[in-house]
């Protein structure tokens, strides 16, 4: 297992959890061993009984990555998961407030050299145990939600820091979760700002991916391109190795990971299309797996905007009535019936491929100049009248 370095110039790390019982040895195993394959950097696991924590040595041994115990209510669990040899501990403020027992799990896991999260969470940031001061923090929230979250977030860190400063504990990740990406973004703001600790960032209980996606990405997107953040979690009511797939992709959008799979470009569609490319953009989205060089093909629904939109592109297909047009770099290699094309598609991009393993050809890192085709016939034989000017 590699070692996973967090902060300062170190790549921002993608990390999930797993959705298992982790006393389910075989299963939490397979499950990281999944995400592993995805992409995932760390996986944090549920350790809410000591069937968990007694099950960590042996998921320990099996796992291809360094594994955090989320550790809520029993301090315990945090000590059973240090002892069992865990590379992180993430504590939450809002249910292990106790003195003694946070500095029992400090003194811990600095005797292994182990770092801990400081997670606060909307969920569970509220008082609970004191009714006044919870009656007060009610009402506060009440009046200005958005304001007095942050405020309640950054409170409750420095409260709790307090006692990893009087340990002289200073090997700390924080993280400040809502479930409104708004609150994520400023909390995050305010916190890189007064605290000098890496930084994990999330949106907490996003939903589905369908929803949940857009109130994610929204938020860690806001974030990483301002600087902030140093690992990311994207949480979902579903299949946690799309988590993993969206947060690899958000980095890779950003520049921020390099892609080492092909990229896929399409055309939106419009009333100029004559295939069905939705259809065909989801098949060569499947066939291209295979390929594990980040070579970047386009999808063309015509040759009106098409050649300006796929001038970034290795691989372009421009589609018409019955027939597609395929460019390699900016030259015309061949053109191909409907029938065709997604094979020919295929077998361009994993020859192209090849040709960069082999050093005999680069990836577009800037543009190719891609000469329009001529104009494909429209379904009734005649040929569009769009004419294609330079680009503005
Ligand atoms: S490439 Fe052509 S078909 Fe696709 S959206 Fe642009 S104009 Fe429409």
Redesign the pocket.
Known sequence: MGAVAIGGDNPVAIQSMTSTYTYDIDATVAEIRKLAEGGCDIVRVATPNKIDTEALPAILEQSPLPIVADVHFHFERALEAVEAGVHKIRLNPGNISDRKQVDRVIAACRERKIPIRIGVNEGSIVERKDASQRAEEMHAIAGDRHAHMIRLMVEKLEDYLRIFDDNDFADVVISAKSIDPRICIDAYRAISERFDYPLHLGVTHAGPPETGRIRSVSALAALLADGIGDTIRISYAADTILEVEDAKELLCVLGMRNRQEPELIA???????EID?IKLVSQVRQKLADIKTPVKVAV???????PG?AEGADVAVFAGKGRGIIYVQGKQTRTVSEDEMLDALYEESKAFAEKVERGEARLTSGGVSIVPPDPLPRSDGSIPLNVIGPRS
Do not use: D, S, Y
């Open positions: 055309c939106p569609t419009c009333g100029r299309i490319l063309m629904g015509c040759v009106v905007n098409g939109e």
